[in-house]
């Protein structure tokens, strides 16, 4: 799946990152698949993940969670 980040979008609290949103889009080879959206992510989950390399792999693993959740409660 190739995942492109679209937008990093950030709010502030006194002048420090509170949230962001991690906007993309994504698509398998065939293009047969289309994903987008975005990943909301803490100031905590964001630093250290800054580079785009390291936000896709955020996305791909958020996304990976939420298509093979089957709904259920454990």
Do not use: C, W
């Amino acid at each position: 799946m190739n995942i492109t980040i679209t937008n990093v979008s950030m709010s502030y609290v006194d002048g420090a990152v509170d949230s962001v949103k991690v906007h993309f889009q994504g698509r398998d080879e065939e293009r047969t698949i289309n994903v987008n959206g975005y990943i909301p992510l803490t100031a905590e989950q964001y630093a250290g993940n800054e580079a785009p390399s390291a936000l896709e792999g955020l996305v791909r693993q958020e996304v990976a969670t939420k298509i093979t959740d089957d709904g259920s409660e454990a």
